[in-house]
T-cell receptor
Framework: GQQVMQIPQYQHVQEGEDFTTYCNSS?????IQWYKQRPGGHPVFLIQ?????EVKKQKRLTFQFGEAKKNSSLHITATQTTDVGTYFC??????????FGAGTTVTVRA | EAQVTQNPRYLITVTGKKLTVTCSQN?????MSWYRQDPGLGLRQIYY???????DKGDVPEGYKVSRKEKRNFPLILESPSPNQTSLYFC????????????FGPGTRLLVL
């Protein structure tokens, strides 16, 4: 079955620095979704990418969908303490199943 | 306010004692699902439902049951809980799983002794 893998599992970032987390699927995806889970909270939808090579920005967050639609990345610039949490990517394995990656847990050093 | 509610939020139980975690959504979504979250494993889908009376297994269905008698409700049933079912459980709903936002409930933290 489809597998969605994320790296790194943990990201320790100095406040103000940039970082990138990556998501890779074993199969081609019709779309990819990103979620953020704050400590003690529940996953919250951030964005969905659909087109090959698509790039979307949300303030300091840049999301990219690969040309082959099998990988994606999330790049955060000038990391702030509000960016702390776990970021998940998710891709549909069929019309009814959504497979999540294991997540990248981000901590920020002030 | 659009929301997914779960109850209880926290539960401590003993091996073999049947329990039900309720889930309800007020967005008229057809699709609902249950996930469990364990450290290092991300979110793994337990069961999902495409509509009333239509359910199917996710990736880790063993030891769980679900039902979908009404569109808004999707309870998760553990007939005979075991310690390996100690986890954080999330219910989610959406219009469709492959296109569009998944709305997650607040989570239910379960400890099975």
């Amino acid at each position: 079955g489809q597998q969605v893998m994320q790296i790194p599992q943990y990201q320790h970032v100095q406040e103000g620095e940039d970082f990138t987390t990556y998501c890779n699927s074993s199969t081609t995806l019709s779309n990819i979704q990103w979620y953020k889970q704050r400590p003690g909270g529940h996953p919250v939808f951030l964005i969905q990418l659909v087109k090959s090579g698509e790039v979307k920005k949300q303030k300091r967050l840049t999301f990219q969908f690969g040309e082959a639609k099998k990988n994606s990345s999330l790049h955060i610039t000038a990391t702030q303490t509000t960016d702390v949490g776990t970021y998940f990517c998710a891709g549909p394995s069929n019309d009814y199943k959504l497979s999540f990656g294991a997540g990248t847990t981000v901590t920020v050093r002030a | 306010e659009a929301q997914v509610t779960q109850n209880p939020r926290y539960l401590i139980t003993v091996t073999g004692k049947k329990l039900t975690v309720t889930c309800s959504q007020n967005m008229n979504h057809e699709y609902m699902s249950w996930y469990r979250q364990d450290p290092g494993l991300g979110l793994r889908q337990i069961y999902y439902s495409m509509n009333v009376e239509v359910t199917d297994k996710g990736d880790v269905p063993e030891g769980y049951k679900v039902s979908r008698k009404e569109k808004r409700n999707f309870p998760l049933i553990l007939e005979s809980p075991s310690p390996n079912q100690t986890s954080l459980y999330f219910c989610a709903s959406s219009l469709t799983p492959s296109r569009g936002t998944q709305y997650f409930g607040p989570g239910t933290r379960l400890l099975v002794l």
